[in-house]
């Protein structure tokens, strides 16, 4: 399994990027998959996923009303659209996928809930 996040950039404080993260070696549909970002310096922290089965996306609470996360089955990707963004939004960002038992509902938001990562794609948000 591979995963290849893609879409990153430097953008100006305010501005909007679209993350995709793509899936080879294995359809991603059933599982579950979560986007995660590491600011220069700190520990690698969880940005947004959806609750397994179809369910509610669920966010960082830093992110909330600024990014949104959707995924399309028919091309094996998700997305995460952020928007407003700001210089603490700088950051390596990373989606992970999750192919062990899932629970339907539950919203998996810690990287050991993860299986497997793709390399990043970096966000440099300029102020």
């Known amino acids: 399994v591979q995963l290849q996040a893609s879409g990153g950039g430097l953008v100006q404080a305010g501005g909007s990027l679209r993350l995709s993260c793509a899936a080879s070696?294995?359809?991603?549909?059933?599982?579950?998959v979560g986007w995660f970002r590491q600011a220069p310096g700190k520990d690698r922290e969880f940005v947004a996923t959806?609750?397994?089965?179809?369910?509610?996306?669920y966010y960082a609470e830093f992110v909330k009303g600024r990014f949104t996360i959707s995924r399309d089955n028919a091309k094996n990707t998700v997305y995460l659209q952020m928007n407003s963004l700001n210089s603490e939004d700088t950051a390596v960002y990373y989606c992970?996928?999750?192919?062990?038992?899932?629970?339907?509902?539950?919203?998996?938001?810690?990287?050991?809930?993860?299986?497997?990562w793709g390399p990043g794609t970096l966000v440099t948000v300029s102020s």
């Open positions: 992970a996928i999750r192919t062990r038992a899932r629970h339907y509902g539950r919203a998996y938001y810690s990287e050991n809930d993860y299986d497997y």
């Open positions: 070696g294995r359809t991603f549909n059933s599982d579950a």
């Open positions: 959806h609750r397994y089965g179809g369910g509610s996306p």
